[in-house]
């Protein structure tokens, strides 16, 4: 369902919509989030641009929830979030956040895997703010504008264990990994090639007969 720049000072009118699973709220006039009970099959809800100040009655049900743009300062802001037990995707971009104690809440959601924080100031509180971030999000695969790689989670659990040093290791033996990896790739295509010109050479000087047998040329 898309009401995107209504007007739409509070949501309402959902009593006939139990199977509603998107519903995209952005640019509108919103203070609070309220009045959901009825979808309770919410997979995705978008609040962004609005004037929203905390997260609340959100439904169980629901994966992604975009509310960047809004009013959001503190982490109590943020409890809410965990009426949503399963949510996957959340951006929070473009808020007022600056409470570094956000991330307490922010890990008790399992199944979290995609978070935007850009544009708050909590970003600067934090001390190696994305190392620390990928640490404590055990399932974080994407924070903010780029991808939470093996090797980077790798790395940044190696920097909590020993700090710079133990990193450096743990992205030195990863590096070995994969230059060992580009080159067994290469040496196979190596072999390939070497085996389909042996191949050549020996049917060069032969002829496929009708039933498909090869055989000398001078036959």
């Known amino acids: ?19 509603l699973k998107c519903l995209y709220l952005q640019q509108n006039l919103l203070s609070s989030i309220k009045n ?10 978008n609040v962004s641009n609005n004037y929203i100040t905390k997260i609340e009655n959100l439904v169980p049900s629901m994966h992604t929830l975009q509310i960047s743009k809004n009013r959001l300062k503190n ?3 943020l409890d809410g979030l965990l009426g949503a037990p399963h949510i996957s995707v959340i951006d929070l971009s473009h ?6 104690c956000i991330i307490d809440v922010l890990e008790k959601l399992p199944e ?10 909590v970003i600067k509180k934090i001390k190696n703010y994305r190392k620390v971030l990928t640490v404590r999000l055990a399932n974080l695969k994407y924070l903010d504008d780029r991808p939470v790689f093996p090797k980077d989670r ?7 264990r020993g700090g710079a040093e133990a990193e450096k290791e743990e992205r ?18 190596s072999q390939l090639k070497k085996d389909a010109a042996e191949k050549t050479g020996i049917y ?13 040329k001078s036959l």
């Open 112 to 121: 979290l895997s995609v978070l935007n924080l850009m544009g708050n100031p």
């Open 204 to 216: 060069a000087g032969t002829t496929r007969t009708k039933s498909g047998l090869l055989i000398p």
């Open 172 to 189: 030195i033996r990863w590096n070995d990994r994969e230059r060992a990896k580009i080159e067994s790739c290469f040496t196979a295509m």
């Open 95 to 100: 808020n007022n956040l600056e409470d570094p």
């Open 1 to 19: 369902l898309w009401l995107e720049a209504n007007g739409i000072q509070e949501i309402e009118n959902l009593d006939n919509q139990k199977e």
């Open 75 to 77: 982490s109590d802001a």
């Open 154 to 160: 790798a790395c940044a659990e190696a920097w909590a």
């Open 36 to 45: 959901l009970e009825p979808v309770v099959q919410l997979h995705t809800l």
